[in-house]
């Protein structure tokens, strides 16, 4: 057990603290750049980009802990669904975190290898079927009443889909680029 602690654990300093609180406010901040692609039912959202760059620094143990504190900072802001506390949705936002450090924690991408384009694509892949196709769906289901049916094809949920291929592009742009910055690389990488 304490082999996978030490493993997933990032060590806690004052500048991986700061560090993270910055890449929640640049989530918060993005989060509100979004792009309509069907007006009021389907919209695109870079906010990926700083959850990743989180997964990366943070990992799977610290990650989930950071993407509640942001959820209830979108809550507390008046940014959240009806600016109310709904525990199935920081629930949700712990697994996303889970996942991306899971997956981004201390591994080392480069854009020239076929592998890590697979590994990746995987992991947006297992990403967006836990929180934009079953879970969310789910949850927007049991709390709003809207069936699933809905939700996929009268909101265009099912466009989302068109979304992998532009987290792959971005993610495999910026997070090797991001590991050869020294400063940031010991974060990522360690």
């Known amino acids: 057990m304490q082999k996978i602690v030490n493993k997933y ?25 979004s792009i309509w692609i069907i007006p009021g039912n389907l919209k695109l959202t870079f906010s990926f980009i700083p959850d990743t760059i989180i997964g990366a620094i943070a990992g ?7 993407f509640i504190l942001s959820d209830f900072l979108k809550i507390v802001t008046g940014d959240g669904a009806g600016s109310s506390f709904i525990w199935g949705f920081s629930l949700l936002q712990a697994l996303l975190g889970f996942l991306y450090g899971l997956f981004f924690y201390k591994k080392k991408l480069d854009p020239k290898n076929v592998r890590d384009w697979i590994y990746t694509s995987l992991a947006i892949i297992v ?3 836990a929180g934009t196709f079953i879970f969310t769906p789910l949850l927007v289901k049991i709390y709003y009443g809207v069936s699933f049916k809905v939700q996929y094809f009268v909101q265009g949920r099912i466009f989302k889909i068109l979304e992998i291929p532009i987290r792959l592009a971005i993610t495999m742009a910026l997070i090797p680029a991001l590991q050869r910055i020294p400063m940031i690389r010991k974060y990522i990488l360690k």
């Not at 060590?11 to 918060?28: C, D, E, Q, W």
């Not at 799977?60 to 950071?66: C, F, H």
Request: hydrophobic letters at 65%.
């Open 9 to 33: 654990l990032p060590k806690a300093s004052t500048r991986l603290t700061v560090a993270l609180a910055m890449l929640m406010a640049l989530k918060f901040i993005i989060e509100k750049l």
């Open 127 to 129: 990403i967006m079927l």
């Open 60 to 66: 799977p143990i610290v990650s989930p802990i950071v």
